[in-house]
């Protein structure tokens, strides 16, 4: 009697930390949705530069945001407008990378921190992808970080 007391009183313990551990194991890249648009944003640590690498293709805007020092930068201010002006999403990044799935079109991208900012015109096609690299002189920008011994660095 006592050791099936026992094991009913640990069952719910157990069924709580199998999801907690299920919960801890879900991908940190899961796309985010804003009305009618996908994105990830993060990329800090070798697993999840994996996991963006893997996700890649599944999105057709991808910006990676460093220093020109060669670190990546994150908690940039990103607002994403399609060509009559409409902003389309607003997001700060989690980490260097914000991967975006948009309808084709013209769009301006507006990047900023409190100290720099830069906009950009982009033409997203159809089919495939555009990579923005953004690359700011940030030698004691707060957001600064490395990711990896072995991740490349950005790309000016």
Known sequence: MFKCARFSLMLPLLA???????????PASQPEKQPGISYITGGI?????K??????????LR???ASKAGNYLSDVDVMIADAS???VLAVRTEGPFLFV????????????????????????PARGGVNLNFSWDAPDYP?????????????P
């Open 85 to 87: 002006g409409r902003s």
């Open 63 to 65: 910006m990676t945001f």
């Open 101 to 124: 799935r948009l309808p084709a079109g013209l769009y301006r991208v507006s990047a900023q921190t409190p100290r720099m900012s830069e906009y950009r015109k982009v033409q997203v």
């Open 51 to 60: 996991e963006f690498r893997a996700a890649a293709s599944k999105y057709n």
């Open 143 to 155: 957001g600064v970080m490395k990711l990896c011994k072995g991740c490349p660095k950005p790309r």
């Open 16 to 26: 709580s930390l199998w999801m907690a551990g299920g919960a801890a194991a879900a």
């Open 45 to 49: 640590g070798e697993d999840e530069v």
